[in-house]
């Protein structure tokens, strides 16, 4: 029999359940694709996991030099690296967990150890007995000194944030239980990280082009008849629609979705106002041109997309050729970049050979592109920043990599006679370099979206 509270508690929960799930039905409708369940896509990403481990990691390793990679995090203050190698039931560290990987040469499988009290999730398996050995970090110490590797990496790092994910005080703990003979072979796991960040399975890239049919469906219903009103609707009121549709469907938001319009008017719409001041709610006319920056995470991978939309005036039934061409113009300039990709090139490298073929074809073009993946602005080679347009030191000197994936974001300026002013064509889809050519994860917007009809 049901205890009174328990019984009490179901019967008040039960209402809201039919709701809730015709919130998430119908959203899923007029996107025209399912979302997974929280189930699903926990499943999912655990899979990921082994088989990274089993089949990405072993020649990351070997690539670097690494035979034995550590990572320490506390509870709360997670290393970015090691929240990617917890089980998706999970939320986060628990105390200070401790992962151990070792690779012992001779195409031998890697052994991947907690210095835990118990299992974390199927990779990493216990390794530590409390009752043997009441301190973990002597425990820590004792696994390292007996398999002598030749080189630890812990995630330090002076330019790279996400590989930098060891606090001060473990890392200084760590050094202080080794041996001194270990302490010398400990070195920094920067590229590491990095490339275990940047690659993508294959099995993940077929995932990834659902993930991006749900973001360009959020911002094709947002930029359409059913949410914009002209002469009502504010940009604000746009912008708080995408964060509540993303609510309803269970789906995280890494960033705050911005919306903003470009119309004949003074107003210039420079790098500055773009990125760091821009405006307030405007309310939407006929004659805008709309843009968006939006970007979601589900199943554990992220998505960055801006895309375009122009308000009908009364009596048009398609977008002035002047911003058809315009949009265009922007397009030509991704064409440029992605058909410069090759393995081994740095993102300052492909930043400048870009902007020379943008400029040589009389185009104006701003090129910001990064990596993408379990972060929104991931790890590994930055292709210039919107003030940096001479190359990004360190960052902008990474190497390109087969099997990563990237934000193409960029701009073109473009002189609009119609307007007597300058506008940017702002435009962001994710793609994914296999070393050989570049392909888009989902479609690209081919054309203007019209509201208004």
Same mark, same amino acid.
């Given at each position: 029999m049901l205890r009174p509270l328990l019984l009490?508690?179901?019967?008040?929960?039960?209402?809201?359940?039919?709701?809730?799930?015709?919130?998430?039905?119908?959203?899923?409708e007029m996107m025209g694709t399912a979302i997974l369940t929280q189930r699903q896509q926990g499943e999912l990403r655990d899979a990921w996991l082994q088989q990274r481990v089993d089949t990405l990691l072993p020649a990351l390793m070997r690539r670097e030099g690494?035979?034995?990679?550590? *990572?320490? /995090? +506390?509870?709360?203050? &997670?290393?970015? $690296?090691?929240?990617?190698?917890?089980?998706?039931?999970?939320?986060?560290?628990?105390?200070?967990?401790?992962?151990?990987i070792y690779d012992p040469g001779g195409g031998r499988p890697l052994e991947t150890l907690a210095c835990a009290r118990y299992d974390v999730g199927d990779v990493f398996k216990k390794a530590w007995d409390k009752d043997a050995q009441p301190d973990q970090w002597a425990q820590l110490a004792e696994l390292i000194h007996a398999r002598q590797p030749k080189r630890i990496a812990v995630n330090r790092s002076a330019d790279?944030?996400?590989?930098?994910?060891?606090?001060?005080?473990?890392?200084?703990?760590?050094?202080?239980?080794?041996?001194?003979?270990?302490?010398?072979?400990?070195?920094?796991?920067?590229?590491?990280?990095?490339?275990? *960040?940047? /690659? +993508?399975?294959?099995? &993940?890239?077929? $995932?990834?082009?659902h993930i991006m049919r749900v973001a360009h469906g959020i911002i094709q219903e947002a930029f359409s008849d059913a949410v914009i009103v002209p002469g009502v609707t504010s940009t604000d009121d746009v912008v708080w629609?995408?964060?509540?549709?993303?609510?309803?469907?269970?789906?995280?938001?890494?960033?705050?979705?911005?919306?903003?319009?470009q119309r004949a008017d003074p107003e210039r719409f420079d790098h500055?106002?773009?990125?760091?001041?821009?405006?307030?709610?405007?309310?939407?006319?006929?004659?805008?041109?709309?843009?968006?920056?939006?970007?979601?995470?589900?199943?554990?991978?992220?998505?960055?997309?801006?895309?375009?939309?122009?308000?009908?005036?009364?009596?048009?039934?398609?977008?002035?050729?002047f911003l058809t061409a315009a949009h265009a113009s922007g397009m030509r300039v991704m064409d440029q970049l992605t058909a410069n990709f090759r393995n081994g090139r740095t993102g300052n490298e492909l930043l400048a050979k870009t902007l020379a073929d943008g400029q040589a074809a009389g185009l104006r073009p701003t090129i910001y592109t990064h990596p993408i993946g379990y972060h929104g602005h991931g790890a590994g080679p930055t292709i210039g920043l919107w003030d940096q347009q001479g190359g990004v030191p360190v960052?902008?000197?990474?190497?390109?990599?087969?099997?990563?994936?990237?934000?193409?974001?960029?701009?073109?300026?473009?002189?609009?006679?119609?307007?007597?002013?300058?506008?940017?064509?702002?435009?962001e889809e994710d793609g994914f370099w296999d070393g050989e050519r570049f392909r888009y994860i989902g479609p690209r917007q081919r054309e203007l979206y019209l509201i208004g009809r």
């Open positions: 009490l508690t179901l019967l008040l929960a039960t209402p809201l359940l039919p709701h809730q799930l015709r919130t998430c039905v119908s959203a899923q690494i035979d034995m990679w550590v *990572l320490i /995090s +506390r509870e709360y203050n &997670e290393d970015p $690296v090691l929240k990617t190698m917890l089980p998706s039931n999970w939320m986060g560290a628990r105390r200070t967990t401790m992962l151990l790279f944030g996400l590989a930098d994910g060891i606090s001060s005080y473990h890392y200084e703990r760590l050094l202080d239980v080794l041996e001194p003979t270990a302490r010398d072979r400990v070195v920094s796991g920067e590229r590491l990280a990095i490339g275990w *960040l940047e /690659s +993508r399975l294959p099995a &993940e890239m077929t $995932v990834y082009r629609w995408m964060r509540q549709r993303c609510a309803a469907l269970g789906l995280p938001v890494w960033f705050h979705p911005t919306v903003d319009v500055l106002r773009s990125f760091s001041s821009r405006p307030g709610a405007v309310i939407i006319q006929p004659g805008d041109l709309l843009h968006c920056d939006f970007g979601i995470t589900y199943c554990g991978l992220n998505t960055d997309t801006q895309h375009n939309a122009y308000v009908l005036r009364p009596g048009e039934t398609a977008a002035p050729d960052r902008g000197d990474y190497p390109l990599h087969p099997g990563t994936a990237y934000s193409i974001e960029l701009n073109n300026a473009i002189f609009i006679s119609a307007w007597n002013k300058d506008i940017r064509m702002m435009l």
